[in-house]
């Protein structure tokens, strides 16, 4: 299995541009999740999916879409790319929600400017 | 709001040596604590997982424990190795309200060197 694979490992963006960030994983997990990582932050939910078809809102959605057609991909849209925006980003996928005994497998990460 | 503060936030140390790294927590209602270790430049990988009724959990050379009374954790490395340098980041999960959301809370992680 190659887990939680992402892409581009690295993007630069010039302010109001748009992109996608890709993510897919291979071990058949419901639900999938995106993560930015600030310096001196703790991770924080951008948006999630509970499956194909359904996804949700985070703790800091702004500027970022999502869609879920399958089961195995979440990619991650940047309207409108901010300044406020340069950080890495992470995609994570576990069977279930990250409840209880619930292992969450994380991507090798996109690293993301703004300019 | 809940939070998860981890300390110290960077600590060096010598190969070989024994430490501990805490966080202490404010996120209700608790279900599970979780710690992670991130290396630079990849994603975080997950050490150990604990829910209320346990207090301490084991991963070869890791170890964490919960008091989940006073709301604090630990994770003690013993036996430190040069691949030990990495950040090592504290996760706390509430029980979601209507099976709502994520409901896990990332601390800002510990960043520990382990020098030769």
């Known amino acids: 299995n190659a887990g939680v694979t992402q892409t581009p490992k690295f993007q630069v963006l010039k302010t109001g541009q748009s992109m996608t960030l890709q993510c897919a994983q291979d071990?058949?997990?419901?639900?999938m999740s995106w993560y930015r990582q600030d310096p001196g932050m703790g991770l924080r939910l951008i948006h999630y999916?509970?499956?194909?078809?359904?996804?949700d809102q985070g703790e800091v959605p702004n500027g970022y879409n999502v869609s879920r057609s399958t089961t195995e991909d979440f990619p991650l849209r940047l309207l409108s790319a901010a300044p406020s925006q340069t950080s890495v980003y992470f995609c994570?996928?576990?069977?279930?929600?990250?409840?209880?005994?619930?292992?969450?497998?994380f991507g090798p990460g996109t690293r993301l400017l703004v300019l | 709001k809940n939070q998860v503060e981890q300390s110290p936030q960077s600590l060096i140390i010598l190969e070989g040596k024994n430490c501990t790294l805490q966080?202490?927590?404010?996120?209700?209602?608790?279900?599970?604590l979780r710690w992670y270790k991130q290396d630079t430049g990849r994603g975080p990988v997950s050490l150990t997982i604990?829910?209320?009724?346990?207090n301490t959990k084991s991963n070869g050379r890791y170890t964490a424990t919960l008091d989940a009374d006073t709301k604090q954790s630990s994770l003690h490395i013993t036996a430190s190795q040069l691949s030990d340098s990495a950040s090592y980041i504290c996760?706390?999960?509430?029980?979601?309200?209507?099976?709502?959301?994520?409901?896990?809370?990332f601390g800002g992680g510990t960043r520990l060197m382990v020098k030769p």
């Open positions: 994570a996928s576990s069977y279930y929600r990250p409840s209880g005994r619930e292992t969450q497998y």
């Open positions: 071990m058949n997990h419901e639900y």
């Open positions: 999916s509970v499956g194909a078809g359904i996804t």
């Open positions: 604990m829910t209320f009724s346990e």
């Open positions: 996760v706390v999960g509430a029980t979601s309200i209507n099976n709502a959301g994520n409901m896990l809370t």
């Open positions: 966080c202490n927590y404010t996120v209700s209602p608790f279900s599970n």
